[in-house]
């Protein structure tokens, strides 16, 4: 375990506990020794019991986000995962073949803590296991024993029938991937797509030393991916690093476009969303931001005081992304469905032959996509467009997105979307009233339907250095709000990291109080009457035009500039006439 006498001590004289990750390498050892030491494993119980409180898992993870695998050991574990098959697969083949395995391993250790729930409740995990093979619902996700990750990494042997033992490692993982999609149909066309035993030309994809490489790295205990040792998206986080590392550079990240999780956690805190209200993101990726959404309602207002859970629903095209989303639903028990599609051209959440309405949306889709053919603007069977301002150009289908989401709302509803800084901006100040973006700008500044526009810093999103912008949507304003926005210029409130910047906890809680607030706030926050942004500033909602962050540029008179400039040139030559006579004496020559 590469721990120090002294620490050991202390956990002896209950100064403090082992961490959860330790305490289950320790346990599982002392399983290893027989019944000699079964005595041992109440003490594990017992402390097990005293930690875990009752409730859902969701609420657990809510309350234990200081012990989750940090971003460092989550990229130092993916690196080293992907040196272990460097060389026999191309670099952005690589998530193609660790994804799977991460999937195996976080269903696999959150089926043991699904157990050690149990245990709680029937005594002992043989009654718990039995229980579990009797009712699969009892489990979020059933893990047959032969697709656990203690078989599949060979820690744990299995006595397969004679005529299904696994020849090759490949073949023991694909059959684990598909044992997995029988038993759970959530995950069935998801999960079981690879084959890892598939030859080309007579030769292996890749090779069983390549692969038991990676599941050696993935075994390290010090990775455990169980419900608490991980944050909420920990699928999406691992997806964004693997495409972000060796995806991206050769051309193939396919466009996709994941939001930081602070910017996550800032989206849910402007939202406040109340029990049992739906909530949607058309473009939901790994499912982060509705995850969020929830936890968000749990941390705040108490998971023993929420009775009414959120109603999530989300719809992405990419497949791997699909695919995280809908374990991510299910492993936080939360009431959420995720469905697969292109939601602008092929919307599936429909209701009385038209778009179905939720009461927030939440979202951070394609910037500035430019693949959406203008006829279908005009022929949208679900009339998203044209009442609502006309159509986006074909450069930029940002405010189609927020078209199709004010379309997506309910009389009350309220949105908050993720955007590229140039979509509050672009065509104001141009001669004549032909550019579409400002006329769909127009439309929603005139309906008084934008709450706020939040300016963030540059460098937060993986795949571009540019900064973005968040838009809240709100068809009921309160009293209060009617007939203003509130801009906030937060490009100032982050630190430095590498590869990229980040807000912290505390500007993400400025941010959302002052929004909150809705009062002035020097170099901040500024709120504007809609009238003026419409007459004075031709439809501008940028926040950078209202509010200087920067210090003030201090105006001085020309003559003391000048007086200065003489005295400072005086001095230059005085100096350079000491210089002189210095290197004279020393017999150099001075030009």
Not at 502 to 516: C, M, N, R, W
Request: aromatic share 8%.
């Amino acid at each position: 375990l590469k721990l120090s006498y002294p620490t050991i001590n202390r956990w002896e004289n209950s100064k403090f506990d082992p961490n959860p990750r330790i305490s289950i390498v320790v346990r599982d050892y002392i399983k290893t020794l027989g019944k000699d030491y079964a005595d041992l494993l109440v003490y594990f119980s017992v402390a097990e019991a005293q930690k875990r409180k009752a409730g859902s898992l969701t609420a657990e993870a809510a309350e234990a986000g200081d012990d989750f695998m940090g971003i460092k050991d989550m990229e130092s574990m993916l690196w080293q995962a992907a040196c272990s098959i460097r060389g026999e697969k191309d670099a952005p083949k690589f998530k193609d073949y660790i994804l799977p395995l991460l999937f195996i391993k976080r269903l696999s250790d959150v089926f043991e803590d699904e157990i050690a729930r149990l245990v709680k409740d029937y005594g002992d995990e043989k009654s718990a296991r039995e229980i579990i093979e009797a009712d699969h619902t009892m489990v979020r996700f059933y893990i047959p024993e032969e697709a656990c990750w203690p078989v599949l990494s060979g820690r744990k042997a299995f006595n397969y029938p004679p005529a299904k033992t696994p020849k090759t490692v490949g073949e023991r993982i694909t059959n684990a991937l598909r044992l997995i999609a029988k038993e759970n149909e959530s995950l069935q066309g998801v999960i079981d797509r690879e084959d890892f035993n598939a030859t080309h030309n007579g030769e292996r994809e890749i090779s069983d030393e390549a692969l038991s490489k990676l599941i050696e790295k993935l075994s390290d205990p010090k990775y455990r991916l169980g419900i608490n040792d991980v944050e909420p998206d920990f699928l999406g986080r691992a997806y964004e690093y693997l495409l972000r590392k060796f995806a991206e550079n050769h051309g193939q990240s396919a466009g996709e476009y994941f939001t930081p999780k602070e910017v996550g956690w800032l989206i849910a805190k402007l939202m406040v969303p109340k029990q049992g209200e739906e909530v949607y993101d058309p473009c939901s990726g790994s499912g982060g931001l509705l995850v969020k959404c929830e936890l968000e309602l749990l941390r705040r207002e108490g998971k023993d005081k929420v009775k009414k859970p959120l109603k999530l629903r989300g719809q992405e095209l990419t497949g791997s992304s699909f695919a995280i989303a809908r374990m991510n639903m299910v492993v936080h028990d939360m009431e959420g469905e995720v469905v697969r599609g292109n939601t602008m051209t092929n919307p599936k959440f429909l209701e009385a032959g038209g778009l179905k309405p939720f009461d927030i949306v939440v979202t951070n889709p394609m910037w500035n996509q430019d693949n959406i053919d203008q006829n279908f603007y005009e022929n949208d069977p679900y009339d998203r467009f044209s009442p609502r301002g006309g159509y986006a150009p074909a450069s930029s289908a940002d405010w189609a997105w927020a078209q199709h989401i004010h379309a997506s709302l309910k009389s009350r509803g309220r949105a908050a979307i993720v955007l590229d800084t140039g979509a509050a901006s672009r065509g104001s100040g141009s001669q004549g009233d032909n550019n579409k973006e400002k006329n769909l700008r127009k439309w929603f500044v005139d309906k008084d339907l934008i709450e706020a526009v939040i300016m963030l810093p540059d460098n937060l999103f993986y795949n571009t250095t540019a900064a973005g912008l968040i838009l809240v949507i709100n068809k009921h304003k309160c009293a209060d709000r009617k007939d203003k926005i509130i801009l906030i210029n937060a490009c100032e409130d982050f630190e430095k990291g590498r590869p990229k910047n980040y807000l912290t906890d505390a500007a993400v809680e400025k941010i959302a109080t002052a929004f909150h607030s809705g009062a002035d706030v020097e170099k901040f926050l500024k709120v504007m009457p809609r009238a003026e942004i419409a007459e004075k500033h031709d439809y501008n909602i940028s926040p950078s035009r209202f509010i200087e962050t920067g210090q003030a540029v201090e105006h001085r008179d020309i003559q003391l500039i000048l007086n200065d400039l003489g005295k400072i040139t005086a001095e230059q030559a005085e100096a350079e006439k000491e210089l002189k006579g210095i290197f004279t004496k020393m017999g150099y020559t001075w030009p």
